[in-house]
């Protein structure tokens, strides 16, 4: 239907500066981005209960992104975000990704329940204490993470 494509061209083409904008910060998915942090951190858990060092490695990497965004976001809602984040998960995700690199499994996993205590304490500082992780390790993904 040649009408709704020109429909959906002119729609897309109002959307695209919006996209834009949101990218700059002040429309920013702010839970949109817990969200992931929660996915690939439950994931990189997984990896390390299995021993997988190349799948930790990978899902450090996705964490690690998601750690950058947020360092470049002052204020959320009032929550100094950038600054919470240089207190609590950025220096346990250094010593996690220092402990995957150097393959010390048991350092890789205290280091992965210290990423979690990170995000505890970052909930707590930001009167979100009630959003709690713990260390889980049933796997509800079609996915395997043996090595
Ligand atoms: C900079 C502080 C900070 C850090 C660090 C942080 N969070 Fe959050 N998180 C928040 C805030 C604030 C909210 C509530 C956001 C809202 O509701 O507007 C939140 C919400 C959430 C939610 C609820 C949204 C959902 O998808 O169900 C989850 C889950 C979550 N965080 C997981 C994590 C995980 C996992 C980590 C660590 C790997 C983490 N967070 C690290 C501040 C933080």
Same mark, same amino acid.
């Given at each position: 239907m040649p009408h709704r494509k020109k429909l959906l061209l002119v729609l897309l083409a109002a959307l695209l500066p919006l996209s834009i904008a949101s990218a700059g910060g002040d429309k920013l998915d702010f839970v949109g981005y817990m969200t992931k942090m929660q996915y690939f951190a439950h994931k990189l858990g997984l990896s390390v209960d299995a021993g997988n060092v190349a799948l930790q490695d990978y899902y450090a990497h996705e964490v690690e992104e998601i750690v950058e965004k947020l360092e470049q976001?002052?204020? $959320?809602k009032g929550i100094p975000v950038a600054k919470l984040l240089k207190t609590t998960l950025a220096p346990a995700f250094e010593t996690l990704e220092d402990a995957v690199k150097a393959g010390d499994a048991p350092a890789v996993n205290a280091a992965y329940d210290g990423l979690l205590a990170a995000c505890n304490n970052c909930h707590k500082a930001a009167?979100?204490? $009630?959003?709690h992780m713990e260390h889980r390790s049933d796997n509800p993904y079609i996915q395997t993470f043996a090595p």
């Amino acid at each position: 239907m040649p009408h709704r494509k020109k429909l959906l061209l002119v729609l897309l083409a109002a959307l695209l500066p919006l996209s834009i904008a949101s990218a700059g910060g002040d429309k920013l998915d702010f839970v949109g981005y817990m969200t992931k942090m929660q996915y690939f951190a439950h994931k990189l858990g997984l990896s390390v209960d299995a021993g997988n060092v190349a799948l930790q490695d990978y899902y450090a990497h996705e964490v690690e992104e998601i750690v950058e965004k947020l360092e470049q976001v002052d204020d $959320y809602k009032g929550i100094p975000v950038a600054k919470l984040l240089k207190t609590t998960l950025a220096p346990a995700f250094e010593t996690l990704e220092d402990a995957v690199k150097a393959g010390d499994a048991p350092a890789v996993n205290a280091a992965y329940d210290g990423l979690l205590a990170a995000c505890n304490n970052c909930h707590k500082a930001a009167n979100h204490a $009630y959003i709690h992780m713990e260390h889980r390790s049933d796997n509800p993904y079609i996915q395997t993470f043996a090595p």
